[in-house]
């Protein structure tokens, strides 16, 4: 069993950043693929990022590449998500998700394990 706590939301203006962490219970951490996803009032959560057990591959939405970047330290249990030049349509609750098996996935099924939520607000 694996428990996530994510934390560093916030509101910021646009064109600002903010570094989500995500810390994780458990010893097998490491083997995990670990993916963020985010869902906006009224919408349904998407993928955002994610990345592989070793952090030797990551992967994007679209709409983020060039801004995020996804990380993770394996010996502090804890992936991290760091967003630059938000824009207002980046406001969401953001989810970290952990993933058994150790390669990258994109759909909210292939995760096994999901945190609370952590909510990022962007003003204009």
């Known amino acids: 069993q694996v428990q996530l706590v994510e934390s560093g939301g916030g509101l910021v203006q646009a064109g600002g950043s903010l570094r989500l962490s995500c810390a994780a219970s458990?010893?097998?951490?490491?083997?995990?693929?670990m993916g963020w996803f985010r869902q906006a009032p009224g919408k349904e959560r998407d993928f955002v990022a994610a990345?592989?057990?070793?952090?030797?591959?990551?992967y994007y939405a679209d709409s983020v590449k060039g801004r995020f970047t996804i990380s993770r330290v394996n010996a502090k249990n804890t992936v991290y998500l760091q967003m630059n030049s938000l824009k207002p349509e980046d406001t969401a609750v953001y989810y970290c998700?952990?993933?058994?098996?150790?390669?990258?996935?994109?759909?909210?099924?292939?995760?096994?394990?999901w945190g609370q939520g952590t909510q990022v607000t962007v003003s204009s």
């Open positions: 998700a952990a993933r058994r098996s150790g390669n990258y996935a994109s759909t909210e099924r292939e995760y096994n394990y």
């Open positions: 458990g010893r097998t951490f490491s083997s995990y693929a």
């Open positions: 990345i592989t057990w070793s952090g030797g591959s990551t």
